[in-house]
């Protein structure tokens, strides 16, 4: 997705995303983007970017990636915006009607009437065909 003549790139992002450059499998973590790293454009160069937590809002995550001639003159920027969708798998884990987005039973199963964790039925026949 480079524009025609970039040699290198940088990477500039909001304080909510994580940014990873690797080539050929070995990654380079970036955690300060405003230190001016470039990196080569070279075949098997990957930028991969996430997020740790849910947005506040739309749009509210930014990576945006600047292009270089050789030289260093800027030729062109790319820009991303991001919103992270928090999920969660929310359940009565200890059966008492009441579901908990943190209960700690969550990660265990207990048989019984005394026990806790979710109970999960699944429907595999077919409906329709």
Not at 23 to 32: K, L, M, P, S, T
Not at 43 to 67: C, H, I, P, Y
Not at 80 to 104: C, M, Q, W, Y
Not at 110 to 129: F, Q, Y
Request: aromatic content about 6%; proline content about 5%; some cysteine.
């Amino acid at each position: 997705a480079a524009p025609p003549g970039a040699v290198s790139f940088s990477v500039k992002h909001t304080e909510g995303v994580s940014v990873e450059v690797s080539r050929w499998g070995r990654a380079e973590v970036r955690e300060d983007p405003s230190s001016g790293t470039r990196w080569l454009l070279e075949e098997g160069t990957v930028l991969r970017f996430s997020m740790s937590q849910a947005s506040t809002e739309v749009n509210d995550n930014k990576v945006t990636v600047s292009f270089y001639a050789e030289g260093g003159q800027p030729i062109n920027q790319a820009g991303v915006f991001l919103t992270g969708i928090g999920i969660s798998l929310d359940v009565d884990a200890d059966r008492d009607g009441v579901v908990e987005k943190n209960n700690p039973n969550k990660a265990s199963w207990t048989w019984g009437p005394g026990g806790h964790g979710a109970i999960l039925l699944v429907s595999c026949d077919k409906e329709s065909p």
